[in-house]
């Protein structure tokens, strides 16, 4: 598959580096669309740097990955139409500030462009919001995406499968984003199994 992910600037980049470490592990085409602060956020949180694409690889030892990073700023990028949109699109973590500009129909840079052009399109577009509590514009926003066929998947992680380490809580996480995009993985035991 083809998958743009999205790095925005709410706490949790966590979850957009495992979601992008297992894609290319099992061989999908990933763009990486950074935002300015999810960049900074990214930094902070974890200490990598999300603009260097072989340092990615690196980072998890997958020298042949397939990974493009563009610059959110890039509306001439291929994502930007609905010509070359890609397979599905997930934002993790995905801001207030972008659900509200992509229900709004906003734009301004290439995340949220290229969620437009999911969202006509009619593709897979999974956001994965990381702010607590929401205010009610947040819940407006969310239910007026997902009534347009976005798939939100909260940062909510479970815990039937018990979890041990802070990396079982984000493999959950990442799991159900993985479930969305119809992709098998073991990142965490199902209920009953």
């Given at each position: 598959m083809k998958i743009l992910l999205a790095i925005t600037g709410?706490?949790?980049?966590?979850?957009?580096?495992?979601l992008l470490e297992e894609l290319l592990r099992v061989g999908h085409q990933v763009t990486l669309v950074p935002s300015q602060s999810g960049l900074e956020v990214c930094r902070y949180e974890t200490g990598v740097d999300l603009g260097d694409s072989e340092a990615l690889k690196q980072l998890w030892n997958l020298p042949d990955a397939s990974v493009t990073i563009r610059n959110a700023t890039d509306l001439w990028a291929p994502e930007a139409s609905g010509s070359a949109a890609p397979d599905a699109m997930v934002v993790a973590p995905c801001s207030m500030g972008t659900v509200g500009r992509i229900a709004a129909g906003i734009s301004g840079n290439l995340i949220e462009r290229a969620a437009d052009v999911m969202l006509k399109e009619h593709r897979p577009l999974l956001l994965l919001p990381r702010e607590t509590p929401f205010s009610t514009i947040h819940l407006e926003n969310l239910l007026k995406l997902s009534q347009c066929g976005a798939r939100i998947i909260p940062a909510m992680p479970?815990?039937?499968?018990?979890?041990?380490?802070?990396d079982d809580l984000v493999d959950?996480?990442?799991?159900?984003l993985l479930d969305q995009l119809g992709i098998e993985h073991s990142l965490f035991k199902r209920w009953g199994a």
């Amino acid at each position: 598959m083809k998958i743009l992910l999205a790095i925005t600037g709410a706490s949790g980049s966590i979850y957009g580096l495992r979601l992008l470490e297992e894609l290319l592990r099992v061989g999908h085409q990933v763009t990486l669309v950074p935002s300015q602060s999810g960049l900074e956020v990214c930094r902070y949180e974890t200490g990598v740097d999300l603009g260097d694409s072989e340092a990615l690889k690196q980072l998890w030892n997958l020298p042949d990955a397939s990974v493009t990073i563009r610059n959110a700023t890039d509306l001439w990028a291929p994502e930007a139409s609905g010509s070359a949109a890609p397979d599905a699109m997930v934002v993790a973590p995905c801001s207030m500030g972008t659900v509200g500009r992509i229900a709004a129909g906003i734009s301004g840079n290439l995340i949220e462009r290229a969620a437009d052009v999911m969202l006509k399109e009619h593709r897979p577009l999974l956001l994965l919001p990381r702010e607590t509590p929401f205010s009610t514009i947040h819940l407006e926003n969310l239910l007026k995406l997902s009534q347009c066929g976005a798939r939100i998947i909260p940062a909510m992680p479970a815990f039937y499968h018990k979890p041990e380490n802070l990396d079982d809580l984000v493999d959950f996480v990442v799991g159900k984003l993985l479930d969305q995009l119809g992709i098998e993985h073991s990142l965490f035991k199902r209920w009953g199994a």
